[in-house]
């Protein structure tokens, strides 16, 4: 399909005995009002988790293009497997779309735009040519700024951010605030200000509620922050839920903790998801006293050594991977009874002196270590185990 190819939108949408597009409430609106307008079709599944992830964000930028003009139009084509998850999916939807039954001209839409992989948007201007087919990522990168989704705004587009990126200019503000709310929630109702958040070492917990390993993990967390509040460190968490279904499982979940929280539902919640690309749960991420990103997830730093790992750097992980290291391995290893060998030495090589300590109570001592190191290594086995999110 050539990029100067010209579309005629009755001929592309229509079908036979039907001239028009239905929203969710059951109106139609004939295509022909569409003519003249750039149209986003929109390849989509409720049963897709990115599907459902990107369609609150490409609502966002429906919802602000439309308070400013009428020139833009989404149309939905559905790759739902019955209609009843066409409906439920198509509900939160403030667009149009093809009805469900209408699978030829679906049909006939993804062999035409070459249609692989959802969520997938192809945007036709104004005079009936495509003016991209990524639009997915475009609304992903840069939202409303995308908008009319031409060659010229995209390369304008990317020139600013890597502009951008050049300059370093990620801050907690920019971070967290969105155009409808510069505050963050305690879990009492208050409403705190991002801005006494900066000059913080901050930590985005990416959890969700139910899930058995942020269940796990969370307790530790608490624990964890609970200690650093106590030794009075400049350190604080913004949670970020990725629950989007169950206002109560959240607030029921928010109780538990100490930090903050982006407000349920929140557009940057999955915004932040996207950005860090969180796939596992439950996820970490430090952002520095400068705002930028010094650890992108330290979920396992925090299982493995608590506190002892703050402020969570690379340097730290650096001095936390070799403290095993400074103990040396004797030439004269001692054979146990259970036919594993054990080193004995003081840290600088040679034997301990310690005449106080008898043979049989280094033996005893050397035990007692192995089987707790038995223990922990099974523990940080299970730990590990994490699933997608």
Not at 144 to 152: C, E, L, R
Request: aromatic share 8%; with cysteine.
């Amino acid at each position: 399909m050539g990029s100067d190819t010209v579309h005629d939108l009755n001929s592309l949408l229509s079908s036979e005995g039907r001239d028009f597009l239905i929203r969710n409430n059951g109106d139609q609106v004939k295509i022909s009002s569409l003519i003249g307008k750039n149209v986003g079709l929109y390849f989509s599944a409720g049963w897709c988790p990115p599907c459902r992830i990107f369609t609150p964000k490409l609502a966002q930028l429906y919802k602000e293009l439309a308070s400013e003009n009428d020139e833009f139009e989404v149309i939905f084509i559905s790759s739902d497997r019955d209609e009843l998850s066409f409906k439920a999916y198509f509900s939160k939807m403030p667009w149009l779309s093809i009805p469900f039954d209408d699978s030829e001209t679906k049909k006939k839409l993804k062999l035409l735009f070459e249609i692989s992989e959802i969520p997938h948007l192809v945007v036709i201007d104004a005079n009936g040519k495509v003016s991209t087919n990524e639009g997915v990522n475009l609304v992903r990168k840069f939202g409303v700024d995308a908008y009319p989704f031409t060659s010229h705004q995209k390369n304008q587009l990317l020139g600013d951010k890597e502009e951008e990126a050049k300059k370093n200019i990620q801050t907690i503000i920019s971070l967290l605030v969105s155009t409808s709310r510069n505050y963050v929630v305690s879990n009492d109702g208050n409403q705190i200000p991002i801005s006494e958040l900066e000059g913080k070492l901050i930590g985005l917990y990416f959890s969700k509620q139910g899930h058995e390993h942020c269940d796990d993990f969370t307790p530790k967390l608490i624990e964890a922050y609970n200690k650093l509040k106590e030794k009075e460190e400049n350190f604080e968490i913004v949670f970020i839920s990725l629950d989007d279904e169950d206002e109560d499982l959240f607030k029921e979940a928010f109780k538990t903790m100490p930090w903050l929280s982006l407000p349920f539902k929140d557009e940057k919640c999955q915004e932040l998801k996207l950005h860090f690309e969180v796939g596992d749960l439950p996820a970490l991420v430090i952002i520095g006293h400068d705002g930028k990103t010094s650890n992108l997830n330290a979920v396992e730093l925090i299982k493995e050594h608590g506190i002892d790992a703050y402020p969570f750097t690379s340097k730290k992980v650096d001095i936390l991977d070799e403290i095993p290291n400074t103990k040396c391995e004797s030439q004269s290893p001692e054979p146990h009874c259970d036919g594993e060998v054990k080193v004995s030495c003081c840290c600088d090589g040679s034997k301990n002196n310690d005449e106080s300590k008898n043979d049989d109570e280094e033996i005893k001592d050397k035990e007692e270590t192995k089987e707790e190191k038995e223990e922990t290594k099974e523990e940080t086995k299970e730990e590990k185990k994490v699933c997608k999110g």
